[in-house]
């Protein structure tokens, strides 16, 4: 998705000029017209509702009056794209393989598939690891083959626990766990968890609360929100970590 074109006019010798990259709004414009078009996130974040209306949802913006001014990562320490192909969270257990999620035919949030337990998605409409704004990842928290799935173990995650997202690059980034939250089903804060961040972040999600019997899913959502703490190119040791694989659920 193309930017709207750069206004026209002299800029006065004295302003700083304003650094608009394209790459991370294209996702950013993309998930906000994936709300218009969806109303939940597929079997895991819950049965899809009617949109009452073609309204954006209000996303704020901290860069003052021009939307698509934001903070120029060039000064930082972000990462060019790149997609992520692990996640392993060492203090509960979490190894495992990434697959890229998007948009179904009906306009819906796809999911990972449910004969992969050991495998968790990433939105690929979203940032990249260390790309400013919120990489989000998605898994199931258990399946009816395997019981327990890839983000069963996010139950026991703590605030402060490492996260490190491997790319394909061979870079490792690292984030660090610095909220859990539990949100009914319907009430999934998207401006939260999608929403524009001027440095890198991370989001997990998975299913939460109780198992409703009736409807066949949970009745709330976990999200794990993590804050972005560096970078590092992977060592042998890293490329050397097993994943869990499929077996590992049965």
Not at 21 to 29: D, I, S
Not at 96 to 124: I, K, S
Not at 127 to 137: A, D, N, R, S, W
Not at 197 to 215: N, V
Request: glycine share 10%.
């Amino acid at each position: 998705m193309s930017l709207p074109p750069e206004p026209t006019g002299d800029t006065s010798p004295d302003e700083e000029p304003i650094h608009r990259p394209e790459p991370a709004f294209r996702p950013v414009a993309f998930v906000v017209l994936s709300f218009v078009l969806a109303g939940g996130l597929g079997l895991m974040l819950g049965s899809v509702v009617p949109v009452p209306a073609l309204r954006m949802p209000h996303f704020g913006n901290p860069f003052h009056d021009d939307p698509f001014a934001v903070a120029d990562p060039a000064g930082g320490t972000w990462l060019d794209r790149s997609e992520p192909t692990r996640v392993d969270i060492g203090a509960v257990g979490v190894h495992a393989p990434l697959t890229a999620l998007g948009l179904d035919y009906e306009g819906n949030f796809e999911v990972p598939e449910m004969w992969r337990p050991h495998e968790a998605g990433w939105f690929e409409a979203g940032p990249t690891p260390g790309e400013f704004g919120p990489t989000v990842l998605m898994g199931h928290v258990d399946t009816d083959r395997s019981g327990p799935a890839v983000f069963f173990p996010l139950k026991d995650i703590e605030e402060g626990d490492r996260i490190e997202v491997t790319r394909a690059d061979g870079v490792v980034v690292v984030f660090e766990v610095s909220a859990i939250e539990s949100y009914a089903k319907q009430r999934l804060p998207y401006e939260d968890v999608f929403g524009i961040e001027p440095e890198p972040a991370l989001r997990l999600i998975t299913c939460g609360g109780a198992f409703d019997r009736k409807s066949g899913g949970y009745t709330e959502n976990l999200v794990v929100f993590a804050t972005y703490t560096g970078h590092r190119d992977a060592t042998e040791k890293d490329r050397a970590r097993p994943l869990n694989g499929r077996d590992h659920f049965r």
